[in-house]
């Protein structure tokens, strides 16, 4: 996931251009082979920062004027619209001015699109191939699919041929699938990318980086590759092969970050625990086998994951998780006091960077000078990005600075955050997750309608998965509140409170609170069965029908969760 900082544009070199983002997306996928109900699952967390409103909503079909165009309002992308757009639902950000961000859904026609995790590339390609500025970027590709395609592989290739006319303006990992393929594709630089079919006998976990591995560009009933994918890696000086043909990671990602390699590392045992991998790899195979069957339950808790029932603790969240309080600085500038509290921070860690949206840019007036102590400098500039490095920490609130100067003092709570511990890794379930979805798609449900989506509005910590079918016709009023700033009547704000309470007391807080939420995503699991069985009854007769009656369901399904959310607020912000 990725979010754009305005005042960075005028620096941005070609190698590093307008999507560089804040990411700790982490990907899954479990083939049919594998699962309890021969299901094909696949998912992906939505990660930046906390306080980032996302909604839910259903896109209906239209008729597009000749020569109508989708815009990027951000990166000035444009796509040719078709003569219609179809049907589908999706999870938006709330700012469209820095990209849409639809990020997930099912159209009409039974495809399926989770878009996207961040993935880096190495220099040396990016010197060849470099991206491209207003070129495809996350913020616009799961429109731009989900609205016109019918299968899979036409999403695929609808992206293939984009990349190959404007070009990409990020690396980008992502999943589209429906009742007959599932493929993962990575987009590798400027305009060179790879896709491949996946198996129904393997399971991954990707995270932040390039994973693919081996593949056979000759192959094209499973394999879609630019033209150029092996020139370019030769021309750069990376290209790895082996038996003939391209190792795909090998020769284009950039050096894979610690936080990527912990979340890799604990997904991968989250769904086999006897799986052979440790986090002192220095190789990260994308497809696993196993003999074990994985569960929908066992793909919630990756999602959830916060290091629990390992020696290591969350590096998020250090104090809070280990029995001390989250720290809540106070700095004196100038004469003002700057006072940022957890939904204002911007963090970013293991090598991540951190950048802040429009309403939480760090603005430093220019008749105010920065100073600095012998050991210490802030640098603060209107066309420079707020960074934040391993165990570092990056707070900022609009039109406030937060300097601290030669003869000035920083004033904090009681208690300090801890250094980084050795045994703090960074999580999958970690702090600035917005939402997390779960494809479901089965072989008997219709071609049209295969599967279901699980979302949890906010982070799964704290917010129960419900099911969404891809035929729904509209969603809860409270999922598309569109306030960026607390708003009672919304899902997304009443999850986020929830989170920002248990990170104060992580140790004591989570375990109740997961009880609680597990209880409420429970009444959903168990009335599922009946209704996907239902559903596949009542739409072989009547389609129309049946699409009103599951959003008749499910919305109500919603608003229970929603009521006993909103019980859980109160009752927490009482105590």
Same mark, same amino acid.
């Given at each position: @996931?990725?979010?754009?900082?305005?005042?960075?544009?005028?620096? *941005?070199?070609?190698?590093?251009?307008?999507?560089?983002?804040?990411?700790?997306?982490? +990907?899954?996928?479990?083939?049919?082979?594998?699962?309890?109900?021969?299901?094909?699952?696949?998912?992906?967390?939505?990660?930046?920062?906390?306080?980032?409103?996302?909604?839910?909503?259903?896109?209906?079909?239209?008729?597009?004027?000749?020569?109508?165009?989708?815009?990027?309002?951000?990166?000035?992308?444009?796509?040719?619209?078709? /003569?219609?757009?179809?049907?589908? !639902?999706?999870?938006?950000?709330? #700012?469209?001015?820095?990209?849409?961000?639809?990020?997930?859904?099912?159209?009409?026609?039974?495809?399926?699109?989770?878009?996207?995790?961040? #993935?880096?590339?190495?220099?040396?390609? *990016?010197?060849?191939?470099?991206?491209?500025?207003?070129?495809?970027?996350?913020?616009?590709?799961?429109?731009?699919?989900?609205?016109?395609?019918?299968?899979?592989?036409?999403?695929?290739?609808?992206?293939?041929?984009?990349?190959?006319?404007?070009?990409?303006?990020?690396?980008?990992?992502?999943?589209?699938?429906?009742?007959?393929?599932?493929?993962?594709?990575?987009?590798?630089?400027?305009?060179?990318?790879?896709?491949?079919?996946?198996?129904?006998?393997?399971?991954?976990?990707? &995270?932040?980086?390039?994973?693919?591995?081996?593949?056979?560009?000759?192959?094209?009933?499973?394999?879609?590759?630019?033209?150029? *994918?092996?020139?370019?890696?030769? $021309? /750069?000086?990376?290209?790895?092969?082996?038996?003939?043909?391209?190792?795909?990671?090998?020769?284009?990602? /950039?050096?894979?970050? &610690? +936080?990527?390699?912990?979340?890799?590392?604990?997904?991968?045992?989250?769904?086999?625990?006897?799986?052979?991998?440790?986090?002192?790899?220095?190789?990260?195979?994308?497809?696993?086998?196993?003999?074990?069957?994985?569960?929908?339950?066992?793909?919630?808790?990756?999602?959830?994951?916060?290091?629990?029932?390992?020696?290591?603790?969350?590096?998020?969240?250090?104090?809070?998780?280990?029995?001390?309080?989250?720290?809540?600085?106070?700095?004196?500038?100038?004469?003002?006091?700057?006072?940022?509290?957890?939904?204002?921070?911007? $963090?970013? #860690?293991?090598?991540?960077?951190?950048?802040?949206?429009?309403?939480?840019?760090?603005?430093? $007036?220019?008749?105010?000078?920065?100073?600095?102590?012998?050991?210490?400098?802030?640098?603060?500039?209107?066309?420079?990005?707020?960074?934040?490095? $391993?165990?570092?920490?990056?707070?900022?609130?609009?039109?406030?600075?937060?300097?601290?100067?030669?003869?000035?003092?920083?004033?904090?709570?009681?208690?300090?955050?801890?250094?980084?511990?050795?045994?703090?890794?960074?999580?999958?379930?970690?702090?600035?997750?917005?939402?997390?979805?779960?494809?479901?798609?089965?072989?008997?449900?219709?071609?049209?309608?295969?599967?279901?989506?699980? *979302?949890? @509005?906010?982070?799964?910590?704290?917010?129960?998965?419900? &099911?969404?079918?891809?035929?729904?016709?509209?969603?809860?009023?409270?999922?598309?509140?569109?306030?960026?700033?607390?708003?009672?009547?919304? !899902?997304?704000?009443?999850?986020?409170?929830?989170?920002?309470? @248990?990170?104060?007391?992580?140790?004591?807080?989570?375990?109740? @609170?997961?009880?609680?939420?597990?209880?409420?995503?429970?009444?959903?699991?168990?009335?599922?069965?009946?209704?996907?069985?239902?559903?596949?009854?009542?739409?072989?007769?009547?389609?129309?029908?049946? /699409?009103?009656?599951?959003?008749?369901?499910?919305?109500?399904?919603?608003?229970?969760? !929603?009521?006993?959310?909103?019980?859980?607020?109160?009752?927490?912000?009482?105590?």
């Amino acid at each position: @996931m990725k979010k754009f900082f305005a005042s960075i544009v005028a620096m *941005l070199s070609a190698g590093m251009l307008l999507a560089q983002p804040v990411a700790a997306c982490t +990907g899954v996928y479990v083939g049919k082979g594998l699962t309890e109900d021969g299901s094909v699952i696949f998912g992906r967390t939505e990660d930046l920062e906390q306080s980032h409103n996302k909604t839910f909503v259903v896109i209906e079909a239209t008729e597009n004027e000749e020569g109508a165009k989708l815009v990027d309002e951000y990166t000035k992308f444009e796509f040719e619209l078709p /003569a219609q757009s179809y049907k589908y !639902f999706a999870v938006p950000d709330t #700012t469209p001015e820095w990209g849409l961000y639809y990020e997930a859904g099912y159209n009409e026609y039974g495809v399926a699109m989770d878009a996207t995790t961040t #993935t880096y590339t190495n220099d040396e390609v *990016l010197a060849v191939d470099p991206l491209v500025e207003n070129g495809l970027s996350e913020g616009i590709m799961t429109t731009v699919v989900l609205g016109h395609v019918k299968t899979a592989r036409e999403g695929v290739e609808l992206l293939a041929s984009i990349i190959d006319e404007k070009g990409s303006s990020e690396g980008n990992g992502l999943i589209i699938a429906d009742k007959n393929e599932t493929w993962y594709m990575e987009i590798l630089s400027g305009h060179q990318y790879a896709a491949m079919k996946l198996p129904d006998d393997m399971f991954a976990v990707f &995270p932040n980086s390039f994973f693919l591995e081996t593949i056979d560009v000759n192959d094209t009933e499973n394999v879609i590759a630019s033209a150029d *994918l092996i020139n370019i890696a030769e $021309e /750069a000086g990376t290209y790895v092969e082996e038996e003939g043909m391209i190792r795909v990671a090998d020769s284009y990602a /950039a050096e894979i970050d &610690p +936080g990527s390699v912990s979340r890799y590392w604990s997904g991968v045992k989250t769904l086999d625990p006897d799986a052979e991998v440790s986090l002192d790899d220095t190789e990260f195979p994308f497809l696993h086998s196993t003999d074990k069957t994985i569960t929908l339950d066992q793909v919630m808790s990756l999602q959830r994951n916060r290091l629990e029932d390992t020696d290591y603790i969350p590096a998020d969240n250090i104090a809070s998780a280990t029995g001390g309080q989250v720290v809540k600085e106070t700095e004196t500038t100038e004469g003002e006091e700057t006072k940022a509290t957890e939904s204002e921070e911007a $963090e970013a #860690t293991e090598g991540e960077e951190t950048k802040a949206t429009e309403t939480e840019e760090t603005e430093v $007036e220019e008749s105010e000078e920065t100073e600095a102590t012998e050991t210490e400098e802030t640098e603060v500039e209107e066309s420079e990005e707020a960074e934040a490095t $391993e165990g570092e920490e990056a707070e900022a609130t609009e039109g406030e600075e937060a300097e601290t100067t030669e003869g000035e003092e920083t004033e904090t709570t009681e208690k300090q955050e801890p250094e980084k511990p050795e045994n703090a890794l960074y999580p999958i379930g970690n702090k600035n997750t917005m939402e997390a979805h779960i494809f479901q798609i089965y072989e008997d449900m219709p071609e049209k309608v295969p599967g279901v989506m699980w *979302l949890a @509005m906010g982070s799964p910590t704290v917010s129960p998965y419900l &099911p969404y079918f891809g035929n729904i016709n509209d969603t809860l009023s409270a999922y598309q509140v569109e306030a960026n700033e607390y708003d009672p009547e919304s !899902f997304y704000w009443a999850v986020d409170n929830l989170l920002t309470i @248990m990170l104060e007391d992580e140790e004591n807080l989570k375990p109740e @609170m997961r009880e609680k939420i597990l209880a409420i995503e429970k009444a959903g699991k168990d009335k599922y069965e009946e209704l996907r069985q239902e559903l596949i009854t009542m739409y072989a007769e009547d389609p129309q029908a049946a /699409a009103e009656w599951i959003t008749e369901q499910t919305m109500q399904l919603a608003q229970d969760a !929603f009521d006993q959310i909103k019980d859980l607020e109160a009752e927490y912000v009482e105590k």
